[in-house]
Each structure stands twice: as structure tokens, then as C-alpha cells.
């Protein structure tokens, strides 16, 4: 459970175990927060605390754009409680910036100023294409990138950030933020048709121009930012979808239109209600639907893969010089070391198992389709298989699966996050995952991945087995035998009745006969 400071933060300062820590203040148009970022010296960031706040920092704006006295004086107060939450958690560095509200006002450099004689905090005010970049590096952080739309929704600005083999080739700010759009075009609760539909028009025609510069898709969309998030909550509460996390849900063109319809006729009040919108963005979100729906249809994409890092992530990244953009492989590997500092379990042993695991999946992954998907999954399956020790020894190969869940492990999707996490469940010799995973995981994962799962758990509990003595694998006999030959010493140890161990799963799994040389 993340940790949260207690309500009076200087009497009550927490205690925080010893780790390498950088804070993150991102103070929007609409919403602020603060994030507090465990570091690994892999290169990858968690985050361990948030706080976040809503000064509407673009609300009541001047006709030049400039802040009023009134959001002026909300945001330092925001920024002010932000300073508190950090020196409670004695966070050694603390990055604040803010984005478009601040950025577009001609009185910003002010509020800047009453920021740092008020609270300490020096804010820097982000140009639109660093906003961007930042967007980028968040989501390349998380993701293996290659011909993509990063589109990032506030509340005063949308950036797009396109990626062009893995690297960000082009990126925009336009005005087309959530808060922006709704005050300009709303002047009824819920909004009339017209209102919407003149909203919609002007969303469509600034967006044809930028996209038509960008080259055309077609593109993976990102979405990220508070609306696409509160989105997708919303979307997986109605389709009781099985993964609770937005990380990796794919919000589709229907999902919105679905939310549109329903969400359409009721008054701020009541969308404040409904579960995953809240209060932060009853009144803003109809304008977010337009714009991704209007997004979606220029580029003609089937949906928006939602993801849970972002601008915050990026700034955090670049801090500790991160390298990115990386392979899928990389950033899943980068996130196990970060769960190895943190719980503390054997990662060397899950390298080894790893290799052996990997050897003998690409001699069988033609018998069960078993492609470079199935492999990643297997790979992180076989890193953190031994992870639940951490929890308890006793049926660990349960809390590893647990883990992998739960923890972030970048660059896989939720299928793939579900392999690895059956893979784990099942390294120990048995034959099947629970049944309550069958019904519960599905529409993710189908009746084909429950027995891919079964075959990585069967791979993964042989590899385990056999990775001591450095085995060596072939295919004898038209295929219907696997040879195994040890490259280790004789004396090297292996477990009692081990050879019945890796025969039994061969054969009932993959009806394989097991040889043996230099046994």
C-alpha cells in the first residue's frame, strides 16, 4: 500500500527506510501532484508516494490567458502542502515544474516568484516541446516504442509526441486542454448538442493540420494524463474487466462512445458519482472524450493504450540519466532488479534460470506457437519465479505470481504480465492454474494461453531444475526425444529424484522422451 504521510506532517514526520529518492511536484492547469520515486541503479524509478490536488490553475483565466489572484493563490497553497509532504519523507531532491496555465499566462513568471518566497520551491515552467519530450520519456520508460502517437491530455494543453522507430521524431502542444475547451464551449450543465458538436469541430480541425504535418499513421496511440485514466476506471468498472490497473488497458473506440452516451446527460453532479471520474473531472470530462474520440478517428485507430507513467516518470528519468528508449527485454529486466533491491530475493539465481529456460524454449516453441511474446513472458517468469521467498518460503511459487502481477514490470502487457505470472505459479510441477484464473482473466487471456501458461510453467520448472550442472538440449529420434547433456563438473549438486523431475513434465506436457549424456 503506498505510503501517505499522516494529516499534521511536523509534528508527525514519517520515517522512511534507507533508498535513493527523488521527488516530482507537476503543477498543471486543472490538477497538481506530487510524487515521491524510488530509484534503482538499474535505471528505472517507482513510485512509492503520491499526493496530488486540484488549484485549477486555468480556471477564471483573463482574457490575455493570465492567472487570477484567486487560482494563484490556491496553487501556492498546493505547492506549499507539496513542500511539507516532501521534507516529511526527507526526500534529498525535489523537481517541480509547471505546464500550459503557467506557460501561456503573462503574469506566470509572477506566480513563479510567489512560489519561491512562499514556499522554498524554485518551479521551472515547461516550453510545450519539453512538456512533450517529458511525455515521451515516460512512456518510452514503460513501453518498447516503434512507430507511435504519445498524446498527453491536461488541462490547458494537448501534446502529441511521435515516434518514428523507437525515437521522437516530431511533438506539438496545442490548446486544446480539458479545462480550456470545457470553459470556452460550455455554458450548460450538461452541455447542449451544439455546444458539443461545435467543440468537436474545432478539436477536428486543429488536429487535421498537426497530423497531416506529422506524416499520417498508421500510429499506436498513448494516452496518458488524469482524463484518460479516470476513462479507463470508469470503462473497466462497467465491462467488470479482470485487471484493475489502467496500466496497459486498451480504452477503445467503443469504450468512449459508451461513456459519451451515458455520461452525456447527466449534470457535473452526478458524473462526479459515477466510479473512476470523481470530482476532479466531472465537469471537464466530456471534453476529453471529444478530443480522443476525434483523435482516434483522424488517425483511424481501433483505441488508446492507457498507461500509468508519464511527464512525472520522465522528469525522473532523465534525472538519473536514464537510457531511452530500450527493448521491450531491457525495461522488463530493469524493473526486476528495482524488485530484487526491494524485496530482496536472489536475482542471480533467476538469470541463470533464465538462460537454461530460454535455450530449451526456443528448441520446443514451434510445438505450441510460442513466439517472442511468449518468451518475454517466460524470461521475467524465470527472474522473479523464485520472488514469493520474500513473502514466505512456503508456497512461494504463489507469492511470486503475486508479485509479478502487482509489481511494475515494464515492458510487457497485461497478457504478457499474466503469462509470466502463470508461468511462476506453475514452475513447481503442477498441472494446471487455479480454476478461478480460467474464467477470472479472461477476455485477456483465452483457453490458448492457458496451456501456453502450462507449457512456460513446465519449461520453467525443468530449467530450474537443470540450470546448476549448464545443460545442453537437442532434439533426437524425428523429435521425439530430448537430449540433455551437462557442461559442469560431475560433483556439481542437483536435488533428489531430479532426473524423474524434469522427465515427468516432458513427458506429460510435451510427450517427450528424456536422454541423457554425461549424467
Known amino acids: 500500500m503506498p505510503r501517505r504521510p499522516p494529516a499534521d506532517l511536523e509534528r508527525?514526520?514519517?520515517?522512511?527506510?534507507?533508498?535513493?529518492?527523488?521527488?516530482?511536484?507537476?503543477?498543471?492547469?486543472?490538477?497538481?501532484?506530487?510524487?515521491?520515486?524510488?530509484?534503482?541503479?538499474?535505471?528505472?524509478?517507482?513510485?512509492?508516494?503520491?499526493?496530488?490536488?486540484?488549484?485549477?490553475?486555468?480556471?477564471?483565466?483573463?482574457?490575455?490567458?493570465?492567472?487570477?489572484?484567486?487560482?494563484?493563490?490556491?496553487?501556492?497553497?498546493?505547492?506549499?502542502?507539496?513542500?511539507?509532504?516532501?521534507?516529511?519523507?526527507?526526500?534529498?531532491?525535489?523537481?517541480?515544474?509547471?505546464?500550459?496555465?503557467?506557460?501561456?499566462?503573462?503574469?506566470?513568471?509572477?506566480?513563479?516568484r510567489d512560489v519561491a518566497r512562499s514556499t522554498g520551491v524554485s518551479l521551472r515552467t515547461l516550453s510545450g516541446t519539453e512538456e512533450a519530450r517529458y511525455a515521451y520519456l515516460g512512456i518510452a520508460s514503460a513501453w518498447e516504442l516503434s512507430n507511435d502517437l504519445v498524446c498527453?491530455?491536461?488541462?490547458?494543453?494537448?501534446?502529441?509526441?511521435?515516434?518514428?522507430?523507437?525515437?521522437?521524431?516530431?511533438?506539438?502542444?496545442?490548446?486544446?486542454?480539458?479545462?480550456?475547451?470545457?470553459?470556452?464551449?460550455?455554458?450548460?450543465?450538461?452541455?447542449?448538442?451544439?455546444?458539443?458538436?461545435?467543440?468537436?469541430?474545432?478539436?477536428?480541425?486543429?488536429?487535421?493540420?498537426?497530423?497531416?504535418?506529422?506524416?499520417?499513421?498508421?500510429?499506436?496511440?498513448?494516452?496518458?494524463?488524469?482524463?484518460?485514466?479516470?476513462?479507463?476506471?470508469?470503462?473497466?468498472?462497467?465491462?467488470?474487466?479482470?485487471?484493475?490497473?489502467?496500466?496497459?488497458?486498451?480504452?477503445?473506440?467503443?469504450?468512449?462512445?459508451?461513456?459519451?452516451?451515458?455520461?452525456?446527460?447527466?449534470?457535473?453532479?452526478?458524473?462526479?458519482?459515477?466510479?473512476?471520474?470523481?470530482?476532479?473531472?466531472?465537469?471537464?470530462?466530456?471534453?476529453?472524450?471529444?478530443?480522443?474520440?476525434?483523435?482516434?478517428?483522424?488517425?483511424?485507430?481501433?483505441?488508446?493504450?492507457?498507461?500509468?507513467?508519464?511527464?512525472?516518470?520522465?522528469?525522473?528519468?532523465?534525472?538519473?540519466?536514464?537510457?531511452?528508449?530500450?527493448?521491450?527485454?531491457?525495461?522488463?529486466?530493469?524493473?526486476?532488479?528495482?524488485?530484487?533491491?526491494?524485496?530482496a530475493f536472489d536475482l542471480k539465481h533467476g538469470l541463470e534460470v533464465a538462460e537454461t529456460a530460454t535455450a530449451l524454449f526456443q528448441l520446443l516453441a514451434d510445438r505450441f506457437e510460442g513466439g517472442r511474446s511468449e518468451a518475454l513472458a517466460l524470461r521475467v517468469a524465470a527472474w522473479m519465479h523464485d520472488a514469493g521467498v520474500a513473502i514466505d518460503l512456503w508456497n512461494h511459487a504463489r507469492h511470486s505470481s503475486y508479485l509479478i502481477q502487482n509489481y511494475p514490470i515494464w515492458g510487457l502487457d497485461q497478457r504478457e504480465v499474466l503469462l509470466a505470472a502463470m508461468a511462476a505459479y506453475l514452475h513447481e510441477g503442477k498441472n494446471a492454474v487455479p480454476s478461478e484464473w480460467k474464467k477470472g482473466f479472461l477476455p485477456i487471456i483465452g483457453p490458448s494461453d492457458l496451456e501456453k501458461a502450462v507449457r512456460l510453467g513446465a519449461i520453467l520448472g525443468v530449467a530450474e531444475m537443470l540450470a546448476p550442472v549448464q545443460p545442453k538440449f537437442g532434439l533426437a529420434s524425428d523429435g521425439k526425444v530430448l537430449a540433455v547433456s551437462f557442461s559442469a563438473t560431475r560433483d556439481t549438486p542437483l536435488p533428489p529424484r531430479w532426473a524423474e523431475k524434469v522427465r515427468k513434465p516432458m513427458e506429460r506436457v510435451f510427450e517427450l522422451e528424456v536422454r541423457y549424456r554425461d549424467a
Not at 493570465?66 to 513542500?83: D, K
Not at 512525472?312 to 530500450?326: H, N, V
Open 152 to 343: 498527453d491530455l491536461g488541462g490547458g494543453s494537448l501534446q502529441l509526441a511521435e515516434v518514428r522507430g523507437g525515437s521522437l521524431h516530431n511533438s506539438v502542444s496545442l490548446p486544446l486542454g480539458v479545462l480550456r475547451l470545457s470553459q470556452r464551449f460550455f455554458d450548460h450543465d450538461p452541455p447542449k448538442r451544439r455546444e458539443v458538436d461545435s467543440l468537436r469541430e474545432h478539436v477536428r480541425g486543429t488536429l487535421a493540420s498537426v497530423l497531416e504535418a506529422f506524416g499520417g499513421g498508421p500510429y499506436r496511440i498513448f494516452g496518458i494524463g488524469g482524463t484518460v485514466r479516470s476513462l479507463a476506471r470508469a470503462s473497466i468498472e462497467f465491462r467488470e474487466y479482470p485487471v484493475r490497473r489502467v496500466h496497459g488497458y486498451l480504452l477503445y473506440e467503443n469504450d468512449i462512445d459508451a461513456l459519451e452516451e451515458l455520461l452525456s446527460e447527466m449534470p457535473a453532479v452526478r458524473r462526479r458519482a459515477v466510479t473512476g471520474i470523481g470530482g476532479d473531472r466531472a465537469d471537464v470530462v466530456l471534453a476529453g472524450i471529444a478530443v480522443f474520440s476525434e483523435l482516434l478517428r483522424a488517425v483511424k485507430a481501433e483505441g488508446i493504450v492507457v498507461s500509468g507513467t508519464g511527464i512525472r516518470e520522465g522528469i525522473a528519468l532523465e534525472s538519473i540519466g536514464a537510457k531511452l528508449p530500450a527493448p521491450a527485454e531491457t525495461l522488463a529486466q530493469r524493473s526486476t532488479v528495482a524488485a530484487s533491491e526491494s524485496f
Open 12 to 112: 508527525d514526520p514519517p520515517t522512511r527506510r534507507a533508498a535513493s529518492t527523488i521527488g516530482v511536484m507537476d503543477i498543471g492547469s486543472n490538477t497538481a501532484r506530487c510524487v515521491v520515486f524510488d530509484t534503482s541503479r538499474a535505471g528505472s524509478v517507482r513510485a512509492v508516494y503520491q499526493t496530488k490536488d486540484a488549484p485549477r490553475l486555468g480556471s477564471e483565466t483573463g482574457a490575455d490567458s493570465s492567472l487570477s489572484p484567486e487560482a494563484m493563490v490556491r496553487g501556492v497553497a498546493t505547492v506549499r502542502r507539496f513542500a511539507r509532504a516532501v521534507r516529511a519523507l526527507k526526500v534529498p531532491k525535489t523537481l517541480a515544474v509547471a505546464t500550459s496555465a503557467v506557460r501561456d499566462a503573462p503574469n506566470g513568471p509572477e506566480f513563479v
